[in-house]
């Protein structure tokens, strides 16, 4: 009866020492790398992707040129409650290229909207648009 308990505990701690390698395939782990990709780690939140690509920015601060909004959310740094801050993309700089952002905003240049679009990321109703480089 006893065994299984101390069974549990060395297997949980032989998990814990393997760390994240233990997820990565056996290649992987033969070459040193990760079994995820890297995230970018701002105070307590680490941020679920590539921050070359997307950011936070407050509300109350200018969206940077060739950036555009994508969603909204809170975030402890930024004044107010609620929604106060912006989740903000980088615009591809190539033909085709697709992209959903949030309505509140015009299009850019060189963009056209291919469709509205309902995005849990803006707010609620129809509140996005597809757009595509030309």
Known sequence: ?????????I?????????QNAM???????????GYPPKKA??????PYNDQEK???CMNRPVPPNWIIVGVRHNVNCNGLGTNAWIIERLPNYPGADIIICANQPVPPGWVVIETVHTAYCGHGVNGLRIRKQ
């Open 42 to 47: 701002i105070g307590a939140w680490t941020l």
């Open 55 to 57: 950011m936070f920015i």
């Open 24 to 34: 990565a395939g056996p290649r992987a782990r033969a070459a040193g790398y990760p």
């Open 11 to 19: 297997l949980s701690l032989l998990i814990f020492a393997l760390g």
């Open 1 to 9: 009866m006893r065994q299984q308990p101390m069974a549990i505990l």
